[in-house]
């Protein structure tokens, strides 16, 4: 199981992030291995998400590519290479329906993701 994947998840996790999700992208876009989405329902639940995952990854000496949105805290996109995570408040979440726009992408079963943690 990827690394950046695991550490990912367990992190947005213990600041109770919503509805998390990870699609395994390999093969269907050069952007990432794995695209995680999941919400808060505030911004300032969105802002913490976000925070504990930057602090994570910073302290597991990741190069976080891309933060953006973090002020305005309605979707906060997070680059540590080959992951990327989609942090969205709650409303946003449902406009954007990133699951569907991707739903040629098998989910990951985040069970056993967070068994490995």
């Known amino acids: 199981m990827n690394e950046h994947l695991k550490m990912a ?3 947005l996790d213990d600041k109770k992030a919503m ?3 990870a699609l395994d992208m390999r093969g269907i876009s050069p952007i ?3 695209f995680i989405i999941c919400h808060g329902n505030s911004e300032k639940q969105v802002q913490a998400i976000a925070h504990e995952l930057k602090k994570v990854s910073q302290e597991a000496g990741l190069d976080i590519k891309r933060l953006e ?3 305005v805290a309605r979707w906060v996109l997070i680059d ?3 992951v990327v995570v989609h942090i969205f408040h709650k409303d946003e979440r449902l406009y954007y329906n990133l699951e569907k726009l991707w739903g040629d992408a098998a989910q990951v079963d985040l069970q056993e993701v967070l068994n490995e943690c």
């Open 9 to 11: 998840v367990a992190a």
């Open 19 to 21: 509805q998390i999700t």
């Open 32 to 34: 990432a291995d794995y």
């Open 69 to 71: 949105g973090y002020d």
């Open 80 to 82: 540590i290479g080959d």
